[in-house]
């Protein structure tokens, strides 16, 4: 199952989302592969991305810290493997372990986050990703 919300249709910045999820995947395989040896095998994650309002970097500033807090608190009980914004900042992904969360519990994460409050994200999507190789794979 999807899960997903999105603001009006698709839009060439949802689409931009998706591809950079892609992208994201292949620099942290690259750049892990450069300090340890490759390591195998898939493993199931479940990805938030967010797309994001242009000039996301000037309209962030009093609502960061809040959101920053509550993904920290999830990634301290063990629950995120790994999230951050593109560059340009037009967006984020966020991998989960689900083993760890729940798709509800990253929705209840989505509708409390300040980001979203205030109407920054301009959508949102839970899928399912699997990653088959990679120096994160561990």
């Given amino acids: 199952d999807r899960r997903r919300f999105l603001a009006g249709r698709k839009t060439p910045e949802t689409r931009a989302t998706m591809n950079n999820l892609c992208r994201l995947t292949r620099l942290c395989l690259w750049r892990g592969s450069q300090s340890r040896s490759q390591a195998t095998g898939p493993q199931a994650f479940l990805a938030l991305r967010y797309s994001y309002v242009p000039g996301m970097l000037e309209k962030r500033g009093p609502y960061r810290e809040g959101h920053l807090k509550a993904i920290q608190v999830l990634s301290e009980q063990g629950k995120v493997a790994i999230a951050g914004a593109y560059t340009p900042c037009d967006?984020?992904?966020?991998?989960?372990?689900?083993?760890?969360?729940?798709?509800?519990?990253?929705?209840?994460?989505?509708?409390?986050?300040?980001?979203?409050?205030?109407?920054?994200?301009?959508?949102?999507?839970?899928?399912?990703?699997?990653?088959?190789?990679?120096?994160?794979?561990?």
């Fill in 91 to 138: 967006g984020a992904v966020f991998l989960f372990h689900p083993d760890q969360i729940t798709e509800e519990e990253i929705e209840a994460f989505v509708r409390s986050d300040p980001y979203v409050e205030n109407g920054l994200v301009t959508a949102w999507e839970v899928v399912n990703y699997t990653a088959v190789t990679g120096t994160l794979l561990s």
